[in-house]
């Protein structure tokens, strides 16, 4: 099973949202502790980060396979996110 590591900037941005969206995040992550790449995470082309969608928002990680470790390094809304 994969750990979860929020960096400081995704922790606020995660805080800021609405309780119905946390919640649907939270569970997101949960799925994405056994499995990640069972689920609609797909790589960034030319770099090593991955995005993953839940609704409107994406979330943007940093999968560390050989130590188990994903790092949540953003969350917003699709149009922002990629900017």
Known sequence: MYSIIFNSKAEKQFKRLDKETQRRISLFIDRIKVRPFSHDIKRFVGTRFYRARVGK???????????????????????????
């Open 57 to 83: 928002y994406r979330l943007l990680l940093d999968i560390f396979q050989n130590k188990l470790i994903i790092v949540i390094i953003e969350i917003g809304l699709r149009g922002k996110i990629y900017k």
